[in-house]
């Protein structure tokens, strides 16, 4: 029986590798985009325009942004759930608000009592090889406080030993 559930979660690392990005190019129409990718997963309102979140992947490892300009007509399209959105966060600034704006709907959300913390976690792909979660930890007034990275838990094959 193990094995069942190892192949399965192999069946479903792997397929995280195969996940492309959107169809969409800069200049299609609001439009064009939720005709081809479906209603978005959340919509934020920029100062230059919306933008619309598409989680892609097993479990939200991969969230692509769609950035509009004013006309509604595509500026960008990004994957989130990267080293350089992550690194983007700024620490003792950001808000919950800038959070989500730069990597989505977490995956997770849980407390650590002990400093108040409110905590958003976000599964992604290390090196794009391993399974892992990023922790964004914000005060009681919404602030980033601290980010730590370590491995998603999910699949961690030691859990299916039972």
Same mark, same amino acid.
């Given at each position: 029986?193990?094995?069942?559930?190892?192949?399965?979660?192999?069946?479903?690392?792997?397929? #995280?590798?195969?996940?492309? /990005?959107?169809?969409?190019?800069?200049?299609?129409?609001?439009?064009?985009?939720?005709?081809?990718?479906? %209603?978005?997963?959340?919509?934020?309102? &920029?100062? !230059?325009?919306?933008?619309? *979140?598409?989680?892609?992947?097993?479990?939200?490892?991969?969230?692509?942004?769609?950035?509009?300009?004013?006309?509604? %007509?595509?500026?960008? #399209?990004?994957?989130?759930?990267?080293? $350089? /959105?992550?690194?983007?966060?700024?620490?003792?600034? #950001?808000?919950?608000?800038?959070?989500? $704006?730069? &990597?989505?709907?977490?995956? *997770?959300?849980? =407390?650590?009592?002990?400093? !108040?913390? *409110?905590?958003?976690?976000?599964?992604?792909? $290390?090196?794009?090889?391993?399974?892992?979660?990023?922790?964004?930890?914000? !005060?009681?007034?919404? =602030?980033?406080?601290?980010?730590?990275?370590?491995?998603? =838990?999910?699949?961690? $094959?030691? =859990? &299916?030993?039972?």
């Amino acid at each position: 029986m193990r094995h069942v559930w190892k192949t399965g979660l192999a069946v479903l690392a792997l397929s #995280a590798c195969a996940t492309p /990005a959107p169809p969409v190019t800069p200049g299609q129409t609001e439009q064009a985009v939720v005709a081809q990718l479906g %209603r978005p997963s959340a919509t934020y309102q &920029l100062a !230059d325009g919306p933008e619309f *979140e598409y989680n892609r992947g097993p479990l939200a490892q991969q969230a692509w942004m769609v950035r509009f300009d004013r006309s509604g %007509r595509v500026l960008s #399209a990004r994957q989130v759930r990267s080293p $350089e /959105a992550f690194n983007s966060i700024r620490i003792g600034e #950001a808000r919950k608000k800038d959070v989500l $704006e730069t &990597l989505g709907q977490p995956s *997770e959300t849980t =407390r650590v009592f002990l400093n !108040d913390y *409110e905590v958003w976690s976000y599964r992604y792909k $290390e090196n794009d090889v391993w399974n892992s979660m990023m922790h964004v930890f914000f !005060d009681h007034d919404g =602030r980033v406080r601290m980010m730590q990275s370590g491995p998603d =838990r999910l699949y961690d $094959e030691r =859990r &299916l030993d039972f």
